[in-house]
């Protein structure tokens, strides 16, 4: 089972990915201050509403990250397959 990181307030899609099989999690911004935060997941999907939301524009990180604005649950999700593969 993957594990999911999903930025609070997109409650919509981390309940689709819950029921899609997926191990979700949500986050806010405060804990991105935390340098090995997404070590442990999978993916994460914020909102970029902000620019740098994720305090992450100059740190190597392994992990895929999908900006959710303007997509579906169901594209959020087909975008996270398509980088786990």
């Not at 609070?8 to 090995?36: C, I, M, P, W």
């Not at 442990?40 to 999907?45: E, L």
């Not at 620019?51 to 087909?78: C, H, L, R, Y």
Request: cysteine-free.
């Amino acid at each position: 089972m993957k594990n999911i990181a999903v930025q609070k307030g997109l409650s919509h899609v981390a309940d689709y990915l819950k029921n899609a099989g997926y191990r979700v999690f949500e986050f806010d911004t405060s804990q991105k201050n935390h340098g090995d935060f997404f070590d442990g997941f999978d993916a994460v999907v914020f909102t970029g509403l902000d620019d740098n939301v994720m305090g992450i524009q100059n740190t190597n990180i392994n992990v895929p990250f999908i900006e959710a604005s303007g997509m579906t649950p169901e594209e959020i999700k087909d975008a996270i397959e398509r980088k786990l593969q």
